[in-house]
């Protein structure tokens, strides 16, 4: 088993920042050896990629966060990132952090992420 266990959200006010933290823990060596996912589902909404690092360090952004969203990872702590500036309203949401291995599709539980306008 593989658990992923997101931190960081909250209530921001339009304009503001937030970091996100998804730390790896159990049968996973190391994320450098894989590509990491942070989801994100608003209500009455489909989930949506918003961002992914690969194993090669290349990043993928939602064309809805390009610009003010960064990932990142720290290898030696098992953890990526999700650095968000300018966060509008519709980026409430809640973020989950992703990873499919051989052995299965993992996520988190999900950090809660409100913006006010």
């Known amino acids: 088993q593989v658990q992923l266990v997101e931190s960081g959200g909250g209530l921001v006010s339009a304009g503001g920042s937030l970091r996100l933290s998804c730390a790896a823990a159990?049968?996973?060596?190391?994320?450098?050896?894989?590509?990491m996912n942070w989801y994100r589902q608003a209500p009455g909404k489909q989930r949506e990629l918003v961002a992914r690092i690969t194993r090669g360090d290349d990043t993928y952004y939602g064309d809805s966060v390009k610009g003010r969203f960064t990932i990142a990872r720290d290898n030696a702590k098992n953890t990526v990132y999700l650095q968000m500036n300018s966060l509008k309203p519709e980026d409430t949401a809640v973020y989950l952090c992703?990873?499919?291995?051989?052995?299965?599709?993992?996520w988190g539980q999900g950090t809660q992420v409100t913006v006010s306008s």
């Open positions: 992703n990873v499919v291995l051989s052995s299965g599709d993992y």
């Open positions: 159990g049968r996973i060596a190391s994320i450098k050896y894989v590509d």
